[in-house]
């Protein structure tokens, strides 16, 4: 994509969209995706979205957010808990300044006591949250990474210690507050690098932290012109055909993680059963980011 500064413009297909096509084998609650944006200023390496928005050129913002407010009534007045993230085709706060999305959806959901709404983000984007009053219904969902792994693949996001620090921000004005370590690899003295940001985590202490080893699908490559080299870390063939780290190196990865954090809730993020049964974890309970806990 072209340039950080978005381009304002009418989205004409619905903002919200059920996320339900997780393959068997593979552990992934439902979830509902609401599209806000169109690209993410950051541009990670290993980003998803180079295949996902392969067509999108330029950072897209939408601006009608009326239809928003009429489509988000309507979802609203379901009766069946469900989870809303706002970060899946963008970053959920890093354009918030210019649409106001927290704003317009926090009082929304400040007003009914079934439905979600996670911003996922690695922005330091919080202006707009810290001027509302926070609720229940609300998460803040930062997604970190050690040290190496941020300044050698994040180069266009803040450090992890800046958005620990944002969270903290949120977390002592009264806001739910969730971490992703997210994508875990075997760099180079990982145990040390990945010790170092989990002492930070455990200090923060996040309601939930999700955890998920780099995976792609291979069709990326054809749109990946810089930042090659993290994808030969990853030549498993999944049984969503998602190509993966090797299954020893991420168990070794997530029992690391697993030993060392001590907050409420650790979930997998997108893992196979066989996973779940070697690390002794229970597929039926799913503790994970997008879950309603």
């Known amino acids: 994509m072209v340039g950080t500064e978005p381009v304002r413009r009418t989205r004409k297909t619905p903002f919200i969209k059920l996320f339900d096509r997780t393959p068997p084998g593979i552990v992934c609650p439902h979830f509902y995706i609401l599209s806000h944006a169109n690209g993410c200023p950051f541009s990670c390496d290993y980003c998803y979205l180079r295949l996902t928005l ?36 963008s970053d959920g706060l890093a354009f918030d300044h210019i649409n106001g999305l927290s704003r317009l959806l926090v009082p929304m959901f400040a007003r ?80 040390g690098e990945y010790a170092a940001i989990i002492d930070e985590i455990n200090a923060l202490q996040p309601e939930i932290v999700t955890l998920l080893g780099f995976f792609y699908f291979p069709k990326i490559l054809q749109h990946v012109r810089e930042g090659r080299e993290i994808f030969s870390l990853a030549r498993e063939i999944g049984v969503d055909n998602r190509r993966r780290i090797p299954h020893p190196a991420r168990l070794a990865l997530y029992r690391f993680c697993l030993d060392r954090l001590s907050v409420p809730a650790v979930g997998l993020c997108k893992e196979t059963l066989k996973m779940y049964a070697d690390l002794g974890l229970d597929p039926g309970h799913v503790t994970c980011n997008c879950g309603t806990g």
């Open 54 to 89: 392969r067509y999108v050129e330029r950072l897209e913002v939408f601006t009608n957010l009326d239809d928003l407010r009429r489509e988000m009534a309507a979802f609203l007045s379901s009766m069946i808990p469900a989870v809303v993230s706002c970060g899946s085709l």
């Open 112 to 191: 009914q006591d079934r439905h979600t709404l996670i911003f996922v983000t690695k922005s330091l984007n919080i202006g707009n949250l810290l001027d509302l009053d926070p609720m229940p219904w609300v998460v803040a969902s930062f997604s970190v990474n050690c040290d190496a792994v941020s300044r050698r693949y994040e180069k266009g996001a803040p450090s992890p210690r800046q958005r620990l620090a944002a969270a903290r921000r949120l977390k002592d004005a009264g806001w739910r507050i969730r971490l992703r370590l997210d994508p875990l690899l075997p760099i180079e003295n990982w145990q």
